[in-house]
């Protein structure tokens, strides 16, 4: 198993640009999260989905959305990037709360 | 509102014992989280906390008080690939974890 996977795993965006962060899960997990994690900050929740179709804000959901057509996928898109939003973003899933969550590698999003 | 306090940084002797200590006020408590980070790495699981009382795994254990809002957790017989940032995390009545800044902890030979 691959567990969960994240693309890209860097990225330079210029403020005002747009993209989308992968995430992939591949252990049926029905909770996947969206984290951000700023030097010397603890994580901080962006988006969480519990099952396909259903999504709800976290603590910081300003400038992102997600969306969850899968059970597998639960891409999050940045619209106007700002450099505020430069961070290390970390996809985690887990079977059902409050279980462990697992990690993918993370991407590394610098706005310049 | 809700808050994870432990220390910055800790500095330990190959061989040792340390102890990491933890406080936490959220909203509501489904239980506390450690989880292990090296640097550029994701966090992994180390433990989880619901009832009061110690839980050994191996050389880590972790500890839990609810009516203090307190966990430690410990690490023996350290060795050098536990250099890393160790996470405490409470889960509140949502079910969200609540995170702290991470304790990076340094072994020295």
């Known amino acids: 198993n691959a567990g969960v996977t994240q693309t890209p795993k860097f990225r330079i965006l210029k403020i005002g640009q747009s993209m989308t962060l992968q995430c992939t899960q591949d252990?049926?997990?029905?909770?996947m999260y969206w984290y951000r994690q700023d030097p010397g900050m603890g994580l901080k929740l962006i988006y969480y989905s519990v099952g396909a179709g259903i999504t709800d804000k976290g603590e910081v959901p300003n400038g992102y959305n997600v969306s969850r057509s899968t059970t597998e996928d639960f891409p999050l898109r940045l619209e106007l990037a700002a450099p505020s939003q430069t961070s290390v973003y970390f996809c985690?899933?887990?079977?059902?709360?409050?279980?462990?969550?697992?990690f993918g590698p993370g991407t590394r999003l610098l706005v310049l | 509102g809700q808050n994870i306090d432990q220390p910055t940084e800790m500095t330990a002797t190959e061989g040792a014992i340390v102890q990491i200590n933890c406080t936490y006020q959220t909203s509501g408590f489904n239980g506390l989280f450690w989880y292990q980070q090296h640097a550029g790495e994701a966090p992994t699981f180390l433990s989880y906390n619901v009832l009061d009382g110690l839980e050994e795994k191996g050389r880590f254990s972790s500890f839990l008080s609810r009516s203090k809002g307190y966990s430690y957790l410990l690490l023996k017989e350290l060795q050098m690939k536990d250099s890393a940032s160790y996470l405490c995390?409470?889960?509140?009545?949502?079910?969200?974890?609540?995170w702290g800044a991470g304790t990076k902890l340094i072994i020295k030979p």
């Open positions: 995390a409470s889960m509140d009545s949502n079910y969200q974890l609540i």
């Open positions: 985690a899933s887990t079977t059902m709360e409050p279980e462990t969550q697992y």
């Open positions: 252990m049926n997990h029905n909770y």
